[in-house]
Nanobody, 124 residues
Framework: QVQLVESGGGLVQAGGSLILSCAAS????????MAWFRQAPGKERDVVAT????????YYADSVKGRFTISRDNAKNAMYLQMNSLKPEDTAVYYC?????????????????WGQGTQVTVSS
């Protein structure tokens, strides 16, 4: 069983930055592909970025390319999302997700484990 806990959300002005963290339990963290998703009120949960188990392969949604950076530290069982140049449309609940031995999957149903989410609010 894997448990995921997000942190780092908050209120920021447009143009600002935030770093989200996802702490994972378990002994085989490096064998899990990871992802960040987000869900705005009244909208579906969409992928933001994914990262392979080794951290060597990443994927970004077009809406965040060049502004967000996904990374992971397997020694610390942690994943991060550096968010720069934030826009009001980035406002959402951000979730981390994981599943064993996957890479680059963008569909929610591809992921077995989910965190509880952290709210990011960007004011204009």
């Amino acid at each position: 069983q894997v448990q995921l806990v997000e942190s780092g959300g908050g209120l920021v002005q447009a143009g600002g930055s935030l770093i989200l963290s996802c702490a994972a339990s378990g002994r085989t963290f490096s064998e899990y592909g990871m992802a960040w998703f987000r869900q705005a009120p009244g909208k579906e949960r969409d992928v933001v970025a994914t990262i392979s188990g080794s951290g060597g392969t990443t994927y970004y949604a077009d809406s965040v390319k060049g502004r967000f950076t996904i990374s992971r530290d397997n020694a610390k069982n942690a994943m991060y999302l550096q968010m720069n140049s934030l826009k009001p449309e980035d406002t959402a609940v951000y979730y981390c997700a994981s599943a064993p031995n996957i890479m680059g999957k963008v569909a929610t149903e591809s992921y077995e484990y989910w965190g509880q989410g952290t709210q990011v609010t960007v004011s204009s």
